[in-house]
């Protein structure tokens, strides 16, 4: 039986609500990855930019951890959260530009359903600010055409300018506006009217701190970030890899529906000609460079992070906008009945699968390193370790083991990463009385990170600890306490001049 628009819109609610609370008791009950604990020591620091991304990120953990403590809750619930206006700016957006409640509602259960949104907001990255800022960006430009009022730009501006504080991917949005523009002939005259640069200048006045935050720092953000796009050789391996990838994030029936909507957008007229080039050059700008990105290094699945609003919006167009001929319309039927279950038993069977193994048979997965199970137990013994040597400081060899130690050791524990100082600029350099006498040296064993005794003259073995998830050992953990000095306790080089 097919729903009133008043029923469609009431079950979108409470299914995005419930989706929403069944992430918040995932958020609760999964340590965090090294990523989240690193960005949490941001969100301490607050500042203008860091080494790796803008600050968004650590904006919305501070929020939360103001309100929900320093736990993983706190760290991700107002992740979480985000995806309240997410769904309220696709939810607007979709009915804007296709005049359909029925596919506003459809598209706002699709994007809550995906992996991408699911887990990407459990899991809290610059990705998650990053697709609510463009789920925005969607919503004005549709106000845009919906209204013609050149005062929507800057709402437009707005929301680029969060894009970009959120992570450098929104620089994109601007040759996908440009494109738009130039590809529908009634939006052209926005190229002879001041309102599109005024926007573009509430984006720059908004991305302001992280330019001065670079300029500041040697340009060091940008420099690590934009050196992704050199191209040393070409090769086919990692361009494989991104079909798969996508189907998982965006789930399988979701992205089926998302390929339909696609393709009638580009080839009928379902929508105004300026709905479905909106939704197409977004989608297919972005795709088009990850290609060619593809050809030369790995592209991480959440880096079409951006996209996802435009995919939600393109699927709820190919289950409620197209009008198919029966066997196509089965398949979109079928999609749209199966999406919800199949997404959620996906996003269920991740959260299962990261905090146990058991999917798996215990056995390694691509989790297994980066989510921190085991750490709850592992930092007791490390801090039981530190007090019996009398050890004033630890010290570590990666950001994310550093960044686990800060988390999860007792509140005021000085820890330290002896390499890669770029990374915790923003925050305070530990005191020479912390850094003398016995310190703890963890060592995980990472390739390419030095064993203690090139940089003391005394070491001593003082415990080989292991970090389990279940059965399966992770990690193992040389523990020495080390004193005397050979030089700097703290390698005080930059990353790229370390030898």
């Not at 200048?201 to 934009?226: E, G, R, T, Y």
């Not at 007090?387 to 630890?394: D, E, F, L, P, Y």
């Amino acid at each position: 039986m097919r729903l009133t628009v008043t029923q469609a819109l009431r079950a979108t609610v409470l299914t995005v609500l419930a989706l929403v609370a069944l992430r918040l008791v995932c958020a609760a009950l999964t340590p965090l990855t090294f990523d989240e604990a690193y960005y949490w020591t941001w969100s301490k620091h607050l500042a203008g930019g860091y080494y790796d991304h803008p600050p968004m990120v650590a904006i919305v953990i501070r929020l939360g951890t103001m309100i929900a403590g320093d736990t993983e809750f706190g760290v991700r619930l107002i992740s979480v959260l985000l995806a309240l206006p997410m769904s309220f700016a696709v939810y607007r957006a979709t009915a804007l530009l296709f005049g359909s409640l029925r596919a506003a509602a459809a598209a706002t259960i699709f994007l809550n359903v995906t992996l991408m949104v699911a887990a990407g907001t459990v899991i809290v990255t610059p990705d998650a600010p990053l697709m609510v800022a463009s789920s925005f960006v969607l919503l004005y430009l549709a106000k845009v055409v919906a209204t013609g009022r050149g005062a929507w730009w800057l709402a437009v501006g707005a929301a680029v300018g969060a894009a970009l504080v959120s992570k450098y991917t929104a620089l994109f949005f601007g040759p996908a506006i440009l494109i738009w523009l130039l590809a529908v002939p009634e939006l052209r005259r926005w190229l002879r009217s001041p309102w599109p640069y005024l926007g573009g200048l509430v984006s720059l006045a908004m991305f302001s701190p992280v330019l001065i935050w670079n300029a500041d720092h040697h340009w060091v953000s940008f420099a690590k970030q934009f050196g992704r796009a050199r191209v040393d050789e070409l090769t086919l391996r990692y361009i494989v890899e991104l079909l798969p990838t996508q189907i998982v994030f965006v789930t399988p029936l979701v992205f089926v529906l998302a390929a339909m909507g696609l393709f009638a957008l580009w080839v009928r007229d379902d929508g105004t000609r300026a709905a479905r080039a909106l939704i197409n050059t977004t989608v297919w700008t972005l795709t088009a460079y990850f290609i060619w990105h593809s050809l030369h290094s790995r592209v991480e699945a959440n880096w079409f992070g951006p996209i996802y609003p435009a995919l939600a919006v393109a699927a709820a167009v190919a289950a409620d906008v197209t009008r198919w001929q029966p066997r196509s319309r089965r398949v979109a039927d079928a999609c749209r009945r199966w999406a919800v279950p199949v997404g959620v038993v996906m996003f269920v069977g991740l959260v299962v699968q990261v905090n146990t193994g058991l999917l798996s048979g215990y056995r390694r997965d691509a989790s297994v390193r980066s989510v921190g199970v085991g750490w709850r137990e592992l930092a007791p013994e490390i801090e039981a370790v530190r007090v019996k040597a009398g050890a004033r400081c630890v010290l570590a060899q990666s950001y994310g083991v550093t960044s686990w130690l800060m988390f999860y050791l007792p509140k005021g524990t000085c820890v330290v990463q002896r390499f890669e100082r770029i990374r915790w600029v923003n925050g305070p350099q530990p005191g020479a009385d912390q850094l003398s006498g016995k310190l703890l040296y963890v060592d995980d064993g990472s390739p390419g990170w030095p064993r203690a005794e090139p940089y003391f003259n005394r070491v001593e073995k003082a415990a080989s600890l292991t970090r389990k998830r279940g059965p399966l050992t992770v990690d193992t953990f040389e523990i020495d306490v080390v004193s005397d000095p050979k030089g700097d306790v703290i390698d005080p080089l930059p990353p790229d001049l370390r030898p």
